[in-house]
């Protein structure tokens, strides 16, 4: 099945900071263009942008949006909802099912996240204290612990998110950058996934830097011998890429997983196309809810046992 992607046809070294601000993003004196800023679109805007541009475009984007498949843009097609300010990738919102600590919450909020397996992941490592590893388990459940830093930076309100085949949980991290994660402990693999978005961490200022620093999205595996640890994970600021870009066709077919169930990745898209879910932070299907996260291959393994060629998008139910 071919799907649309957004391509960076002819990269552009010019200094975006250096842009004049207007409504589409900032205008480029070198070139008398105006550079459309893809950061703050939704994947609908994106082509429907493309499409008018009738060839290629000026814009800012990022690799997330580069490796995101974009929805075809029908002239019949009538819904127009809302959605958030936020990076390309696939949707995540809803409730979650999961057990105790006061920090495990339920997310309100739509996060979008895309894995790149031709992405070097930031550094994780074992936190190196001289102490026997702290390791809690109530009943069935495992508690995963963590932090999250940057240099000095102790990063709050990051999403930590495990994912498994059938099920996912989810916490977010506290003021001094820990999280705890209750997973059930028949959950936890040789392999296991883990999410971390910065999608409602605050973009933090820094003295003599021109733009405020904020956090690319990343998936990580994690062993059984690291989860049983303590968790340091160092998070990779996000970068983004300026240049003239257009819409190109990729054979695309990715596995897909509702509710550990497979199911076409045509009938997916129809369904997410129907229900707006490119512009929205959930799909339905009579008047059933969905969540959705993408994986990229080497991170899908660790739930299939195989590689997919074009990555596993898992879809669970919002209970």
């Known amino acids: 099945m071919k799907n649309k992607f957004l391509r960076l046809d002819k990269p552009c070294s010019e200094n975006w900071e250096n842009m004049t601000p207007n409504e589409k993003g900032r205008f480029c004196d ?16 994106i082509t429907q942008a493309l499409r008018e541009s009738k060839g290629s475009i000026c814009g800012r984007t990022n690799q997330r949006q ?3 498949p974009l ?12 959605y958030s300010r936020i990076a390309a990738g696939v949707m995540i919102a809803g409730s979650l099912a999961a057990v105790t600590p006061s920090n495990a919450e339920k997310p309100s909020f739509p996060i979008e996240m895309i894995d790149s397996d031709n992405a070097v992941d930031p550094p994780i490592q074992l936190e190196e204290n001289g102490e026997t590893p702290r390791h809690w388990k109530y009943k069935d459940t495992t508690l995963i612990k963590g932090k999250i830093q940057y240099d000095t930076i102790l990063v709050e309100n990051a999403i930590v998110i ?11 991290t506290q003021k001094d950058g820990t999280f705890e994660l209750p997973v059930p402990t028949h959950l936890i693999d040789k ?22 620093l904020s956090f690319r999205d990343q998936n990580y595996l994690l062993s059984k011998e690291q989860i049983a640890e303590i968790v340091k994970i160092t998070p990779r600021p996000d970068s983004f ?54 994986l990229g291959r080497r991170k899908a393994a ?5 590689e997919p060629k074009d990555g596993l998008y898992l879809q669970y139910s919002v209970k």
Request: charged share 25%; net charge neutral.
């Open 191 to 212: 392999d296991n996934v883990i999410l971390v978005s910065y999608a409602k961490v605050s973009d933090i200022e820094i003295k003599g830097r021109p733009m405020p």
């Open 162 to 172: 495990f994912l498994s085949k059938n099920e996912y949980y989810k916490t977010v």
């Open 71 to 82: 929805m075809d843009v029908y002239e019949e097609s009538s819904f127009k909802l809302p």
């Open 302 to 306: 660790a739930i299939l046992g195989r």
């Open 30 to 45: 070198s070139c008398s263009k105006s550079v459309i800023d893809f950061t703050k679109m939704t994947t609908e805007e």
């Open 66 to 68: 580069l490796n995101t």
């Open 241 to 294: 890429l300026l240049g003239a870009m257009t819409l190109h066709d990729v054979n695309y077919s990715p596995i897909v997983l509702r509710n550990g169930i497979e199911i076409p990745y045509k009938q997916f898209e129809k369904e997410r196309r129907n229900s707006g879910e490119y512009c929205s932070s959930s799909s339905q299907k009579n008047n059933q809810s969905y969540i959705t996260f993408y």
